[in-house]
């Protein structure tokens, strides 16, 4: 079936390292690859997505590439700040189904 | 509204008690979802409501839990008999369109349901 599984925290960073999530798939059609994001006290946003192989997202100075060879999708950010702390979820959709697939959500806190 | 609305926030219920949730989409979308977030676990699907279609229940864990959605518009998840393992946080989502369109999903801040 189509899941996610995403690498497990908490992550703790200092502020200017870099992230790296690691987020792959299984996908029975031709997904759509996103990462959501909660910060504190807020419901899930999109921070990015990619809708084909190659394709890479990019928002906020956080990037992913939708690798088809790897069935991966890992999140990358060259340089943290405080302001990042949050949750980080990667999903899938594949448009023959009804549901958005997440992963169980990475938990990042930056520290100054 | 400006979001998606969900309430109440917060329920604290006896075990063996029903409970309704509510989600109120951003008007104009067609999809809802209803996912159930765990502690430790990742999203889990409950049930998806696309326009007039009738809607895919597949994720609905036991017939104590329903939902339906009045008008295209407000969706109300009912749990009934509620036991311990029904605490979670349950998150009501809508978009423009549904899946396969690549929309983005909008969340509501859920609703953290604690059975006693």
């Known amino acids: 079936g189509d899941s996610v599984t995403q690498m497990e925290g908490p992550v703790t960073l200092s502020e200017e390292a870099f992230l790296t999530i690691n987020c792959t798939y299984t996908?029975?059609?031709?997904?759509?690859l996103f990462w959501y994001v909660q910060y504190p006290g807020e419901g899930l946003q999109l921070l990015l997505k990619?809708?084909?192989?190659?394709d890479k997202g990019s928002n906020k100075g956080f990037e992913a590439t939708y690798r088809k060879e790897t069935t991966s999708f890992h999140l990358e950010k060259g340089s943290v700040q405080v302001s990042d702390s949050a949750v980080y979820f990667c999903?899938?959709?594949?448009?023959?189904?009804?549901?958005?697939?997440f992963g169980t959500g990475t938990s990042l806190t930056v520290i100054p | 509204g400006a979001g998606v609305s969900q309430s109440p926030s917060n329920k604290v219920t006896e075990k063996g008690k029903d409970v309704e949730l509510r989600c109120d989409p951003i008007s104009g979308h067609t999809a809802l979802y209803w996912y159930r977030q765990s502690l430790g676990q990742g999203l889990e699907f409950l049930i998806y409501?696309?326009?007039?279609?009738?809607?895919?229940k597949s994720g609905l864990p036991s017939d104590r839990f329903s939902a339906e959605r009045t008008g295209g518009s407000v969706s109300t998840l009912t749990i009934q008999r509620t036991q311990q393992e029904d605490s979670a946080v349950y998150l009501c989502?809508?978009?423009?369109?549904?899946?396969?369109?690549?929309?983005?999903?909008?969340f509501g801040s859920g609703t953290q349901l604690s059975v006693l």
């Open positions: 999903a899938l959709s594949v448009n023959t189904g009804n549901q958005f697939y």
């Open positions: 989502a809508s978009s423009l369109r549904g899946v396969g369109t690549n929309e983005k999903l909008f």
């Open positions: 409501f696309q326009g007039n279609s009738a809607p895919d």
């Open positions: 996908a029975t059609g031709y997904p759509s």
């Open positions: 990619a809708t084909k192989a190659d």
